[in-house]
């Protein structure tokens, strides 16, 4: 959070921005770390007893059994620096998704996002002017998409199968304000952020 805020003191940042919680294996926090934070009043949950599941999944199931009404709320968890490190991280956050793929989730990092499109809905995509005209991508994970159409990007898919080994919908433009989804199999959407 500090970096987010580089003329604030480093401090007065830590303290404002808080977590309610932490929660994870606590094999890569550092102790100093966990005591400022727990005498700031943060809930530690120290889940090292569970190995079969990632940190990411441990905070997830978290929030959602600590969110009343869950299915009636706007819920979006961010989750920034999801992406950019080791890939079998970054497949680990992947499969996050896959397993709270009824709660809204978006992985950032500095130049992306990827979120998931459940194939339960119809998906519309706002897209903020500032983002049109950005790469991005869909592709099925998991399962192949067997029907899959699109609107609002420059390269649009009709009823279009895709599969790992056959087409996936990489390096597409958005062209539209609104970009719709609508196919037959969960897909990962991915999309370019702009840096300033």
Request: charged share 20%.
């Amino acid at each position: 959070m500090p970096q987010l805020f580089p003329n604030d003191d480093l401090h007065a940042v830590r303290r404002k921005y808080k977590p309610d919680a932490i929660k994870g294996d606590m094999d890569s926090v550092r102790d100093d770390v966990v005591h400022f934070y727990k005498d700031l009043g943060t809930t530690i949950v120290d889940a090292s007893h569970d190995q079969d599941t990632t940190d990411l999944h441990k905070c997830v199931l978290y929030i959602h059994n600590n969110i009343p009404d869950l299915q009636n709320s706007n819920l979006c968890i961010l989750v920034v620096g999801a992406l950019g490190g080791r890939f079998d991280h970054e497949l680990g956050n992947i499969n996050v998704l896959y397993n709270f793929s009824t709660v809204r989730l978006i992985l950032l990092n500095d130049d992306c996002l990827i979120q998931l499109l459940p194939c339960t809905h119809r998906h519309e995509i706002h897209i903020d002017s500032h983002f049109k005209g950005q790469h991005c991508g869909l592709a099925p994970v998991g399962m192949p998409s067997r029907n899959t159409t699109t609107t609002g990007l420059q390269w649009n898919l009709s009823n279009t199968e895709m599969k790992f080994g056959g087409l996936v919908s990489t390096s597409n433009i958005v062209r539209e304000n609104v970009v719709t989804v609508h196919s037959d199999a969960d897909l990962i959407w991915t999309m370019a952020i702009k840096k300033k």
